[in-house]
């Protein structure tokens, strides 16, 4: 009609403003993403506050280590592995700085599932190189044997390279202080604790089906 003709220059005239208006609000939303804050604040086991960020803080605080990781959408195995750094005293307090900048990274104490890289004596713990393929009963010259019990063949993820090299020495005496477990036990919760819960972290980011047949891992959360 002849007033829609009329009206079609207001209303794209409208779209327009419409569009810049998301077009901003999406820019400042990436702004905000770029450079954020967090606090966490303590809990029974988190027991000192500790703070995530976008990006390295221009002045490091001192007693305060850093810890690397990608920045983008949260996955369950950089969150856990990140959590039981947070829970050992070497490491409770850190910073966790979520970034993909290889020159941010390379000023972190320790970085997890990003960079491409994984060597234990420069504390780099990523899983997703082609040439990787480690799981918990590999053998490796800095893992003891009750670190790498028989039987295990589920590619590792963040979380179960963290596991690997600091759960029987650094994260189970955290999770069994005042147990009264006796110390011969630990293999034996070592092993349930990763057969029961990280296992299918590390299957399910691997993209590793659950069973052909046999099951492979169990879902037990």
Not at 25 to 43: G, I, M, P, Y
Not at 91 to 119: H, M, P, Q
Not at 146 to 161: I, Q, Y
Request: hydrophobic fraction near 35%; aromatic fraction near 6%; glycine fraction near 6%.
């Amino acid at each position: 009609s002849i007033a829609a003709i009329a009206n079609f220059p207001v209303a794209m005239e409208s779209h327009k403003r419409a569009a810049e208006a998301d077009a901003k609000k999406d820019a400042e939303d990436a702004s905000k993403r770029q450079k954020t804050e967090d606090v966490v604040e303590e809990d029974a086991l988190f027991p000192i506050p500790f703070k995530v960020v976008s990006e390295c803080p221009a002045e490091r605080e001192p007693g305060i280590k850093l810890i690397g990781t990608h920045d983008g959408v949260f996955h369950c195995d950089e969150a856990l592995g990140c959590a039981m750094l947070q829970m050992m005293p070497a490491w409770a307090g850190s910073t966790i700085v979520r970034t993909r900048n290889d020159k941010e990274l390379d000023k972190c104490d320790i970085v997890i599932d990003v960079g491409a890289i994984y060597d234990h004596s420069k504390l780099r713990y990523d899983h997703h190189q082609r040439t990787f393929s480690s799981n918990l009963s590999e053998e490796h010259p800095d893992v003891p044997v009750d670190s790498r019990p028989e039987g295990f063949s589920t590619k590792l993820s963040a979380c179960g390279l963290v596991y690997k090299h600091y759960g029987m020495k650094d994260i189970l005496p955290v999770l069994t202080k005042g147990s009264g477990l006796p110390d011969e036990k630990l293999p034996i919760v070592y092993k349930k604790i990763y057969q029961g819960f990280v296992e299918e972290i590390d299957a399910i980011d691997n993209g590793i089906d659950i069973s052909e047949g046999e099951l492979r891992y169990r879902i037990n959360t």
